[in-house]
C-alpha cells in the first residue's frame, strides 16, 4: 500500500512560483505514474499533470501548459510539481496520486492512491 505526502503548497502573489513535493512510501515508487490532480471551493478534481514510471513521458492540462511542469526523482521516491507564472485560477488544494495501472490517464479514477492535499493560494 503505497502512502502519498504532498507538501510545498502556501500563498503567493499572481506570477510567482511554488514547487510542490509528493513523497512516496509503502510501495514500489518506480512503478507507478504519478499525477497531480487539483481541486478549487465548489468544483470537480481535475487533471493538471501526469509522468509515466518509465522514460519520463508527461502531459498536462491545456490551462497549465507551458507554465507548470512535472518531474520525478525515483532515488528519492518524490514527484514534484513545479508552478510558474500562477494565476488566481490556479488556487485549489493540489493532490498527488499514484497509477499502478500506468495508463498515462488523466481520469481520476485510473489512480489507485492518493495524498491529503496541499493548499495553494494565488492571490491578485
Known amino acids: 500500500q503505497v502512502q502519498l505526502v504532498e507538501s510545498g503548497g502556501g500563498l503567493v502573489q499572481a506570477g510567482g512560483s511554488l514547487r510542490l513535493s509528493c513523497l512516496a512510501s509503502?510501495?514500489?515508487?518506480?512503478?507507478?505514474?504519478m499525477g497531480w490532480f487539483r481541486q478549487a471551493p465548489g468544483k470537480e478534481r481535475e487533471f493538471v499533470a501526469v509522468?509515466?514510471?518509465?522514460?519520463?513521458?508527461?502531459s498536462y492540462a491545456d490551462s497549465v501548459k507551458g507554465r507548470f511542469t512535472i518531474s520525478r526523482d525515483n532515488a528519492k521516491n518524490t514527484v514534484y510539481l513545479q508552478m510558474n507564472g500562477l494565476k488566481p485560477e490556479d488556487t485549489a488544494v493540489y493532490y498527488c496520486?499514484?497509477?499502478?495501472?500506468?495508463?498515462?490517464?488523466?481520469?481520476?479514477?485510473?489512480?489507485?492512491?492518493w495524498g491529503q492535499g496541499t493548499q495553494v493560494t494565488v492571490s491578485s
Open positions: 509503502g510501495g514500489t515508487f518506480s512503478s507507478y505514474d
Open positions: 509522468i509515466s514510471w518509465s522514460v519520463g513521458i508527461t
Open positions: 496520486a499514484a497509477d499502478s495501472a500506468r495508463l498515462i490517464s488523466r481520469s481520476t479514477s485510473a489512480y489507485d492512491h
